[in-house]
């Protein structure tokens, strides 16, 4: 228990008063003449030892008010703990006061049935009275009162020292700077409406006090600082960021910076000697301000933060709650694109998905803009928003639960000819939250990538070339690969490197430099596809070729042999979730490519058992499409034929085979594709073409206007960009040459988690931190009153001014009870 008026226990001195008065002012002995002397004297004896009783009831009571009157003028507080009675010991005082009270009542009824004077009854009805309550009392402090204090005493073994209000605070304050924070009500984001606390928190804080501010947006740790103005300009500076670390992580570093300053302040005043080396000369605090939202959060909550506060029983933890229970927001949750790389002139298609909480879409519009040549905004498209919130979705929004199920919009951007397309999504609504209202996109388009066609069979590799490049695609100018057939002969006197895959189709052998000229164009980044058909006139020829040394540098399966399925099987792509047939999958099922029947095949051995694709009908699960990642390049086998020879049927699955073809050739070259489109904080990269010049530097503009950069390492192949923090467009520059040129672009975008204004609730806080360790509050007057209590302990003043009211009224009733007793007694007398 601690005192925050000690100094006036001294009025307890007070509490003699009533003893000197009760002397002073106690009733002289009347003198009576009276005939039957013995009758009265003993009389008088029963009267004396009655009234002395009373009047020490009355006594005890005076001297009880004056002690708690000085008692509540102290305002004394306890540590925090459960002060409410259990239900065993509320249940226990009552039983006792009610056989208390039975008790007494049949007594008396007993004692008035005995017939004995009213002078006797009334001396017995005194001394039964007393021994009733000195024994009900005992039963109390025994059965009630013990086991309250040892319970309590259990809660507050390791109370806080007892402070005062004027010792200076060692603070850190704590900002959830998410992007989730920028929610505005009344005008007042919530970091706004935290910002306001804590300035006015600050000027509360004792003289001398420091404090530290952290936010959750950046890594850094600031200084203990006693120049209050100087933190109060720290926090008026304070801004969201698109990305943050869970507060769970910043709440370790405060907890860290709070014990490492500790130790350090013992160190010193031991070296000092002072006397009072082993306790702290400050109240050391943490407030975290935030809007409780749970993407703030780790998903799984650590009990590494629980573990340290367990054990620093001197910090305190304060929560101050900002968010809002009924959010209302309409947003853009996510963006997919088609594609983010395309051939010059295709199109892309754009889904997007809207989610609204706590508010209808209605008279709302989404707009496409792209810039154009001059980084100028063009509106593309627009789209009315028709959704309307169920009843089960008003319902949710109501108990912030989650957002509202999402409706898909989808625009077209037609014949895009730039090599770099940057645009975006607007909502035009006026709801609370705006960093959602606007997602941004990147989409690079290039002329159709080279793919080099080689077989020794000319109407096999035409086949092909037909599949990939179709004639009248190619007179449109709209075909979405370039091919080129080139016969074995001459492969050694082509430049590998400007091709972005490579077909090797029905091939029989190889030399070994050929092999090896494979395997390094494979490492730089290129597509190696491997069609394995016919085996020519010498199959074992082929096996020799196939797992010569040089080969298996390049190949990811070992030849056995080549065999016929009877009756013919087929590949087995039921469930097959492989990105390869993704395609398909969007579009419900493979289609005819699986109901193609396969009469041939290579026996094979994989390399890895993890490296194939996809396997075909028979008992043994035979391998169909075998994959090896090779340095940054890739290889894919298969090991059927692909035309008209007798191998598979495959040519006359009609689209399915030209989508196949398609996606393999996509899949080879996505090695040497950038992906143009990030979250907030994604560490972004370039991969520059395997036929340019090698750069020396980039320079990265940010959609923030600041110029960073970037230096490339010698022998690298594609740069990394970390600083992805700002939403928006990025320039990637190359900077090398005199001549600055554009070499490519990205965009970053807000985490969906964001829009998600679900606050983490109570249970996971306490496993978070642990179950009565820290407080929260949502206002000023809260928060003062938090920080008393956590401080000083629970005030009992309130609790003490009643008891004295309730004292004051005994004593009052009491006193008069015993006068009007008294005086019909001594009137009577008279007569």
């Not at 002995?29 to 039957?36: E, G, M, N, R, S």
């Not at 991969?687 to 390492?713: C, G, M, N, Y």
């Not at 920080?787 to 009491?814: D, K, Q």
């Amino acid at each position: 228990m601690s005192l925050i008026h000690p100094g006036l226990l001294l009025g307890i001195l007070l509490a003699t008063i009533p003893v000197i008065l009760h002397f002073l002012l106690r009733s002289k002995p009347k003198k009576l003449i009276f005939p039957a002397l013995a009758l009265l004297q003993r009389r008088k004896i029963q009267n004396s030892q009655r009234l002395k009783l009373r009047h020490l009831w009355l006594l005890l009571l005076r001297i009880l008010i004056i002690i708690a009157i000085v008692f509540a003028l102290t305002r004394p507080s306890l540590p925090p703990a459960n002060y409410s009675f259990s239900t065993y010991e509320l249940v226990m005082l009552c039983s006792i006061i009610v056989l208390a009270v039975l008790a007494y009542l049949g007594l008396m009824r007993r004692y008035q049935k005995q017939r004995i004077s009213q002078q006797s009854l009334n001396t017995r009805r005194t001394f039964l009275r007393g021994g009733i309550g000195g024994a009900a009392f005992l039963l109390i402090a025994l059965l009630v009162f013990w086991p309250y204090q040892r319970r309590i005493f259990a809660e507050i073994s390791a109370p806080l020292p007892a402070v005062s209000e004027n010792i200076p605070v060692t603070a850190i304050f704590l900002f959830d700077t998410s992007l989730s924070m920028d929610y505005r009500q009344e005008n007042q984001s919530r970091l706004e409406q935290a910002q306001a606390i804590a300035e006015e928190h600050l000027s509360n804080l004792p003289a001398q006090s420091r404090v530290s501010i952290l936010n959750s947006s950046s890594e850094d740790i600031s200084p203990f600082q006693s120049d209050l103005t100087a933190v109060k300009s720290r926090i008026k500076s304070l801004k969201t960021s698109a990305w943050s670390l869970f507060l769970d992580d910043r709440l370790r570093t405060a907890i860290n910076r709070q014990e490492d300053d500790f130790k350090r302040s013992q160190n010193e005043r031991q070296s000092a000697g002072s006397q009072a080396a082993g306790s702290d000369q400050f109240v050391r605090e943490i407030y975290l301000y935030t809007d409780l939202a749970r993407s703030a959060w780790r998903s799984q909550p650590s009990q590494l933060v629980k573990q340290q506060l367990e054990k620093l029983k001197w910090l305190g933890i304060y929560v101050i709650d900002v968010g809002v229970t009924s959010p209302q927001n309409i947003g853009i949750s996510h963006l997919d694109l088609s594609r983010e790389s395309i051939t010059l002139g295709n199109s892309v298609s754009i889904k997007a998905e809207i989610t609204t909480t706590g508010i209808t879409a209605d008279n709302t519009i989404l707009e496409l803009y792209t810039q154009n040549e001059k980084g100028q905004l063009i509106k593309r498209d627009q789209r009315p928003l028709s959704t309307v919130n169920s009843a089960a979705d008003d319902s949710a929004a109501e108990n912030n639960v989650n957002n509202s199920p999402g409706t898909q919009l989808e625009m077209s951007l037609p014949g895009i000819s730039q090599p770099v397309t940057q645009g975006e999504l607007r909502i035009t609504s006026s709801d609370p939250y705006l960093p959602d209202d606007v997602r941004y996109f990147t989409i690079t388009a290039r002329p159709p990538p080279k793919i080099l066609i080689v077989s020794p069979d000319a109407n096999s590799a035409r086949l092909w070339n037909d599949v990939l490049a179709p004639r009248p695609l190619v007179a449109l100018k709209k075909n979405r690969y370039q091919c080129q057939i080139a016969p074995l002969n001459q492969i050694e006197t082509l430049p590998l490197e400007e091709y972005s895959a490579i077909y090797l189709i029905n091939i029989t052998s190889l030399p070994d430099n050929l092999w090896q000229q494979f395997t390094d164009y494979a490492r730089q980044g290129g597509g190696v596809g491997v069609l394995m058909g016919s085996d020519g006139d010498a199959p074992e020829s082929m096996i020799v070729s196939f797992n010569s040394e040089s080969a298996q540098q390049l190949l990811p399966v070992e030849l056995l042999g080549s065999l016929k399925f009877i009756p013919p099987e087929f590949l087995d792509l039921e469930h097959n979730e492989h990105s390869l047939f993704s395609y398909f999958q969007d579009l419900g099922g493979t289609g005819e490519l699986s109901n193609m029947e396969i009469n041939r095949y290579w026996r094979v051995e994989p390399e890895q058992p993890d490296q194939v694709i996809a396997r075909y009908t028979d008992a043994r699960h035979s391998p169909a499409l075998i994959e090896r990642n090779l340095g940054r390049g890739k290889v894919v086998v298969l090991t059927t034929g692909i035309d008209a020879r007798g191998w598979s049927q495959l040519l006359y699955a009609r689209w399915s085979y030209l989508a196949f073809a398609d996606q393999l050739t996509r899949y080879l070259i996505r090695t040497r594709s950038n992906r143009t489109n990030y979250l907030a904080g994604e560490v972004a990269s370039y991969q520059w073409p395997a036929t340019a010049t090698t750069p020396e530097s980039f320079l990265l503009r940010t959609p923030d206007l600041k110029q960073l950069p970037i230096e490339v390492k010698q022998g690298a192949h594609q740069v990394s960009i970390p600083d992805t923090k700002v939403v928006g467009h990025y320039e990637l520059i190359d900077n090398s040459s005199n001549v600055t040129r554009s070499s490519s672009g990205f965009s970053v975008n807000v985490n969906p988690a964001e829009s998600n204004f679900r606050p983490i609730s109570s249970q996971e806080l306490d496993q978070i931190l642990g179950p009565e360790r820290y407080s929260i509050t949502r206002d000023m007057e809260g928060l003062k009153r938090t920080i008393r209590t956590g401080r000083l302990g629970v005030e009992i003043f309130p609790i003490l001014v009643t008891l004295l009211l309730a004292v004051f009224c005994l004593e009052h009733f009491t006193a008069n009870y015993f006068y009007e007793i008294d005086q019909p007694t001594e009137s009577t007398s008279d007569h």
